[in-house]
Every structure is written in structure tokens, then in C-alpha cells.
């Protein structure tokens, strides 16, 4: 079976294990999901999410436990990573946050909570590129990032809300401001892992 990593630092842990779980399910796929706390797991998952969370505290847990270089070599080797919102954040390669020290796995830049104080949480009907069908992703925003920069680097726009992108793919990883794993709707979780040609993820006969 597959074996599937959540960074468990802090945040959203568990509704991210459950959402892959789903994604796996509807493909009749195996997965072992393991929390990450520590360095020495990420290099035997065949797949990884970041979930949302408080950036800074996410981002410093990843250096100090040395799981950073860890999840750099991860995405380097082609497998899927699937950031969200806080995850996002630290995936970046410009926080615009002293606090946040980026992993530089995504050309852009993000601007934190961006989303505006009457909208702190929100839910939005999301077109998103590449999904499985057309029907809108319900997007929940919560104290969201926006994306800025996207031109000039490898960043591909999956969808955008109020005229700003919040959901990115670039090779293996896929990234959104927004929080997939807190609605039923296993799309985005069955696009960063098992629908991006860009990532490497054992086909059933290969997997152990
Ligand atoms: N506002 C948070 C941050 O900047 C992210 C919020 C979230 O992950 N829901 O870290």
C-alpha cells in the first residue's frame, strides 16, 4: 500500500489524513497515512501534505526537527506534496513574513491573511483547473493567503478568488490558500496525488 505523510507540527492534522484516506478509497488505493513530527519518516512516503495552521510556528517546527531538508528532497524526487494555507505559506519561496523561513517550493509569493478582516473565514464555489469534473469546489477560506508573483516562475494557476490566484501546481506539488481537507469533496486531494502527471506516485502493481 501507499504511504502518506502529514507534516503534524501543528494545524489540521487529522481532517488531512482522513481526506486522503477518501482519495485513496475512490480508487480502490491502499494508504497508510503517518503523522510527521520528526526527521527519518518523510524519505519512505510516497506522498506528503502540509496542512494550514499558524505559518510561523509550522515553519520554525520544520527547520528545528529538521524535517525541511527532508520534504525538499521529497519534491525533488518527484513525488507529490500537497500544501495548504499555512502549508502554502512555508511551501513558498516569499513569505513577505520575517517569521516564515520559506521552503521555496513554489515560485510565489504570498501575502498572509489577505482575505480581509469582515471575510476572515469564508466559503467560495471554486472553478479549479484540472479537477475530475466541472462542478465548483466549495473552498473554505480561513484567515487566507493570497498568491502574488506567479509571472516569471513555473507556477501554473489553478483558480483564483476576487480576481487573485489561491490555488497553484508546479510539477509534484499542488498548493492552495484555501483548506480542501475540511469538506467531504476529495477533489483536490485526488488531484495533487493521484492526478497530477507531474508526480510520481506508485502505480497499484508497484506499490509495496
Ligand atoms: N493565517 C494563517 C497564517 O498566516 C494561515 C491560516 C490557516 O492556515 N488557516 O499562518
Known sequence: SLTAGVVAVQGDVEEHA?????????RDREVTVREIRESGLV?????????GGESTT?????????????????VEAGKPLLATC??????????????????????????RNAF????????????????????PYPAVFIRAPAI?????GDAAVLASWDGRPVAVKQGPVVGTAFHPELTPDSRIHGL???????????ALEDAR
Do not use: W, Y
Open 116 to 135: 480581509g478582516r469582515q471575510k476572515d473565514s469564508f466559503e467560495a464555489p471554486l472553478a479549479v483547473d484540472g479537477l475530475a469534473d466541472d462542478d
Open 86 to 111: 499555512a502549508g502554502l505559506i512555508v511551501a513558498s519561496s516569499e513569505p513577505n513574513d520575517d517569521r516564515v523561513e520559506e521552503l521555496g517550493l513554489l515560485d510565489v509569493g504570498v501575502e
Open 43 to 51: 524519505p519512505d512516503c510516497d506522498l506528503l501534505a502540509m496542512p
Open 58 to 74: 509550522i515553519s520554525r517546527l520544520v527547520h528545528s526537527e529538521g524535517i525541511a531538508p527532508e520534504i525538499r528532497a521529497h
Open 18 to 26: 482522513a481526506a486522503i484516506e477518501r482519495a485513496a478509497a475512490a
Open 192 to 202: 495533487a496525488f493521484f492526478e497530477n502527471e507531474a508526480a510520481a506516485v506508485p
Open 148 to 152: 502574488d508573483d506567479v509571472a516569471g
